[in-house]
């Protein structure tokens, strides 16, 4: 009786209302149960073993990712989750799978699928790769020091390994080709310097994938890293000589120093740096993940 005192659209939103209610409001984002349910199934679609129902929690956590961008000036926009779609169909190894989970979320389009695989799948990359490692405000301090350090041994770089370890400084040693880009180089280190053995300590993990074309990306990427140290890095220097830039890799600032062409492998070179590690990626995540609001709606 009541539906009839009221205006279809107001039922259809109370309907709505009752049938997929609020679960969670991570910051300014309201997730829906729908999306919750989804979640689910892509968990169990990638793990059939797992009964856990950890759908929500995933969310929380993909939507503080999303809140901290946005906080940051960093908007997901419908142009992003539609390119985000295109790159999942090209580049899935397991089209099987993929149907699977967008069948459970209602299709492709929905808004379940794009709430619960689609934008997490994105900001999981995006807020490290295309934010934290390409934000150099959030690093000023560190990049303050390799600067200092760079200043002290421009022109006398035989004093690079002596100013290194008064300061405690830890120096590497890489190869560049253009072949293999940059690669630790296992000649040891004089006495007192460091090894690092690692330029993306805190990264994401990246799958280990066999497929051919993956592959063949990862060597072209490293043959584009190999191509931009030598021609706009090395080339300029001469053996012993120090860059006259601070260089950005990864999740360190290195101040480069040239040694000289490797023996007996065309287009390889050999090179000396102090490692200046960024603000840790877990710290600083830490951080900003507590300025976000959390109201859980519903039990699990």
């Known amino acids: 009786m009541i539906f009839r005192l009221l205006p279809l659209t ?18 300014d984002f309201i997730i829906k149960k729908s999306a919750v349910d989804c979640r689910d199934s892509v968990i169990t679609a990638s793990f059939p073993e797992d009964k856990r129902k950890l759908g929500r929690d995933q969310l929380i956590q993909a939507y503080k990712y999303v809140q901290i961008l946005k906080n940051h000036g960093v908007e997901i926009t419908p142009e992003n989750i539609k390119n985000e ?9 397991t089209p099987e799978k993929l ?11 929905s808004k ?3 709430v619960a695989y689609v934008i997490p799948t994105l900001v999981e990359r995006t807020i490290y790769y295309d934010f934290y490692l390409k934000t150099p405000s959030l690093h000023t301090d560190t990049y303050a020091k390799a600067e200092s350090f760079r200043t002290k041994v421009t022109g006398m770089g035989a004093q690079f390994d002596s100013i290194a370890t008064q300061e405690n400084i830890p120096v590497s040693f890489f190869k560049v080709s253009l072949k293999k880009g940059l690669e630790l180089h296992k000649t040891p280190a004089k006495k007192g310097t460091k090894i690092k053995e690692t330029l ?3 990264a994401p993990p990246i799958p280990v994938h066999e497929d051919p074309k993956f592959k063949k990306e990862q060597e072209e990427k490293k043959m584009l890293e190999g191509k931009r ?3 706009e890095i090395l080339s300029p220097l001469q053996a012993g000589q120090v860059s006259d830039q601070v260089i950005d ?4 600032w290195l101040v480069v120093r040239y040694l000289k062409p490797t023996p007996w492998q065309k287009d ?3 090179i000396q740096t102090a490692v200046f590690p960024k603000r840790p990626y877990a710290e600083w995540l830490e951080v900003e993940k507590q300025k976000v609001k959390l109201t859980v709606f519903t039990k699990e």
């Open 85 to 93: 779609k295109e790159r999942i169909n090209s580049t899935t190894l």
């Open 112 to 114: 379940a699928y794009e």
């Open 229 to 231: 140290w030598i021609e």
């Open 268 to 270: 390889s070179f050999e």
């Open 99 to 109: 149907a699977a989970i967008k069948a459970a979320c209602g299709g492709e389009d």
């Open 249 to 252: 890799q990864g999740e360190m």
């Open 200 to 202: 993306l300590a805190d």
């Open 10 to 27: 107001l039922v259809l939103g109370l309907m709505g209302c009752w049938f997929d209610p609020k679960a969670i409001q991570v910051g």
